[in-house]
Structure formats: structure tokens, C-alpha cells
């Protein structure tokens, strides 16, 4: 995913609201909504486009023209219903990407069959790491180590494959640090810098993520 994509967060509780944030934060443009007024009110300053109203209505939906927007972020998981209808609403709009919070494995089963193309539990993933990812092109995951640095897995961009990581100079060109080299269920830790990378390998590197904007 592209940090030039569009995103909307439905629900300012505190899981959506850490991922509107961190969003915003890093410079793309969302629409933030909630049922609860209160909430709007208390956000509208820290969030530009801010506002309140019902997303499991199909009219909302269309005015707010959610139907153009890349990535939706559902966080309503204390409301099945209306989740399941927003899931709905979205993927019925031409949303590519709807991504919605559970509250348990019975919630994620039936968000998943209404359509939801990711479902995340808010104990197993932050808001801010979520949002993380979602701004990381083409990482298939993230764990933050320290301010500056995180540990990423990096998917083998299709201009590797075919090439090795003594070619390629990614410690030279992004400062990037393989640690490891992933293909399927196997981890191969012990790096022979001569082998040729693969499409369905994946990178376990060390990195600033702000230096891989090259990458985006």
C-alpha cells in the first residue's frame, strides 16, 4: 500500500483514533468518522476532514464519496451490526481495501464472509502499528525497535528477483539491513549474499522506515 493513497476511519475510539492519527501524522489524506458527536467535537482540531454521521447508510456512504477512497479502516468492533453493515456499504461502493476490527474469532468469521478484506483483533495489533504497515509499500510486516529503527519483512520487489543481495547493494542504496530470508514457512538466517532471490521470498531486514521512502 501506498502512503499516497486515500483512507477513512469509521469510529474515533481509541483503536481508530491512534490510526487516524498516525495517519495524518505522516501526511495522507483521510475522512474520520463517528456516530458520536461528542467525539467529532473533541477531534475536529487534530483531524481535518472530521465527521459525524451514520456510516451504515448508504446515502452517508455516497456523500462522502467513501466509494473513491482506497483503504477504509472499520473500528466499531463493540458494533457487529453496524460493522457488518459498513463492511457492506464499502466493498458495495468499489473500496479495494476494507479493513475492520473484531472483538472475538466468531466476529472476525462473519466480517470476513460479508466481505472484509483484512480483520484485525485490537489486542494482537495497535492501531499505530496498523497504520504503520498501511503507509510501509509493500511491507507485509512491521515491529518497531526504537525510534529510528524497525524490524520489517519486505517483500522481493519483482526488479529483484532473479538477482542477489550482493547485486542488489540495499544496504548501500537504502540502508538496509537483511537479516534473514523467508520463503513460505522456512527461515533462512544464514545468508548466502551469492543466491539468487525468489517472487515468493520475502526480506527479514533491519531499517528506517523513512529512508525506504525510495521504495513507495
Not at 40 to 51: D, M
Not at 66 to 87: K, P, R, T, Y
Not at 187 to 196: D, M, Q, Y
Request: with cysteine.
Amino acid at each position: 500500500m501506498s502512503i499516497n493513497k486515500t483512507y477513512a476511519v469509521f469510529g474515533l475510539g481509541r483503536y481508530g483514533l491512534a490510526a487516524a492519527r498516525e495517519l495524518i501524522n505522516s501526511g495522507v489524506e483521510i475522512i474520520a468518522v463517528d456516530m458520536d458527536e461528542s467525539k467529532v467535537n473533541a477531534h475536529t482540531s487534530e483531524l481535518p476532514v472530521c465527521k459525524c454521521a451514520d456510516v451504515t447508510d448508504p446515502e452517508v456512504i455516497r456523500q462522502l464519496g467513501i466509494g473513491g477512497v482506497d483503504v477504509v479502516i472499520i473500528s466499531m468492533a463493540n458494533n457487529l451490526e453496524a460493522s457488518v453493515m459498513a463492511v457492506t456499504l464499502c466493498k458495495e461502493a468499489g473500496v479495494k481495501t476494507v479493513i475492520a476490527k473484531c472483538a472475538n474469532e466468531m466476529h472476525r468469521k462473519i466480517l470476513s464472509r460479508v466481505g472484509a478484506d483484512v480483520v484485525v483483533f485490537p489486542e494482537n495489533e495497535s492501531g499505530i502499528r496498523l497504520a504503520k504497515n498501511l503507509l510501509s509499500s509493500g511491507f507485509a510486516d512491521m515491529i518497531t525497535l526504537s525510534k529510528e529503527f524497525s524490524m520489517i519483512e519486505l517483500d522481493v520487489r519483482p526488479e529483484w528477483v532473479g538477482k542477489s543481495l550482493l547485486e542488489l547493494h540495499l544496504r548501500k542504496k537504502y540502508a538496509i539491513n537483511v537479516v534473514a530470508i523467508k520463503r513460505g514457512d522456512r527461515l533462512t538466517v544464514n545468508i548466502n549474499p551469492e543466491e539468487k532471490l525468489t517472487a515468493d521470498s520475502s526480506l527479514i531486514v533491519i531499517a528506517n522506515p523513512q529512508k525506504l521512502s525510495k521504495l513507495r
